[in-house]
């Protein structure tokens, strides 16, 4: 299925969450390495799924929006069958959704073809409430909002966060693509490269942390395994007691930056890890 019907394919596994071992963003980085493109949440074009719109597209659904409510996927699949909406403050009145759905909605781009402004129209959103409830009660007011370029959008690398953010994953691109130049002229590795190197070789490699595991061993020692993510694929790391002392809080406290791993190439047959002797929050 996955030759002939790739979107398809991928379509049910995200729709079919939790399942297996692997994360969206997991799923969706290896769709974009297929060549599949993801299409941002629309309020006028996404159903509550995941949705195929061809072999090389994929429509993220509502659903997948931090705090959306399945009242709310309801009310907005219900109010789009009566005809699309026209406007931010048009959504807000005729969806009824709260300020947190709206906000995060907002944020990951979901409303952008209403306006492309994301930020004045977050700066927007107590007004449109305030504007709501009056009418409600038929009270008279004169409804104002800001001017159409009078707030500074969001540049692309804050609106890409927010997306990622709100999401849970890079719609556009992976976020350590976005850095990949930089790390290559400072001999950082991508997946692709780690995996060609011969045993033994000093390397250092970046990725985003995905499963860091503590396994029981027989000896009781620490041996911690993880991998670092990237626009590539996994990078397989492994940490041995001594390191994970010095390092530990790396791997399992608060992940502010992709992690920099330094340390040894390990062939085991087909297998490539790296045998990590420093590990650090990769400066940014």
């Known amino acids: 299925m996955i030759k002939h019907y790739?979107?398809?394919y991928y379509t049910a596994i995200l729709n079919n969450q939790p399942m297996g071992f692997y994360p969206p963003y997991i799923i969706c980085g290896e769709a974009r390495r297929r060549g599949i493109s993801l299409l941002p949440p629309d309020v006028n074009a996404s159903r509550s799924d995941f949705q195929a719109k061809n072999k090389s597209a994929i429509r993220v659904g509502l659903k997948q929006i931090r705090g959306m409510s399945s009242?709310?996927?309801l009310l907005i699949a219900a109010e789009r069958s009566r005809g699309v909406f026209n406007s931010p403050l048009e959504f807000?009145?005729?969806?009824?959704?709260?300020?947190d759905i709206m906000e995060n909605l907002i944020k990951c781009g979901a409303l952008d073809t209403l306006q492309e402004n994301r930020r004045q129209m977050l700066m927007e959103v107590p007004a449109w409430m305030e504007y709501i409830k009056k009418k409600k009660s038929r009270e008279q007011e004169l409804f104002k909002s800001y001017k159409s370029g009078e707030v500074t959008d969001f540049d692309p690398r804050e609106k890409e966060a927010l997306e990622r953010e709100i999401l849970g994953f890079d719609i556009r691109s992976h976020f350590m693509a976005e850095l990949r130049g930089e790390l290559s002229k400072r001999n950082i590795y991508s997946s692709t490269e780690v995996k060609k190197l011969p045993g033994g070789k000093q390397v250092q490699a970046a990725g985003l942390l995905f499963?860091?595991?503590?396994?029981?061993t027989r000896s009781g020692k620490i041996v911690v395994f993880f991998s670092l993510t990237d626009e590539f694929g996994l990078i397989e790391v492994s940490?041995?007691?001594?390191v994970y002392m010095r390092y530990g809080d790396f791997i399992f406290g608060e992940q502010k930056a992709p992690l920099l791993v330094k340390g040894r190439i390990s062939r085991r047959g087909n297998g490539v890890s790296i045998m990590a002797q420093e590990i650090s929050f990769l400066p940014m």
């Open 92 to 99: 807000m009145e005729r969806s009824g959704v709260n300020r």
């Open 239 to 242: 940490v041995f007691e001594p």
């Open 71 to 73: 009242e709310a996927l």
């Open 211 to 216: 499963r860091p595991h503590r396994p029981p």
């Open 6 to 8: 790739p979107a398809e």
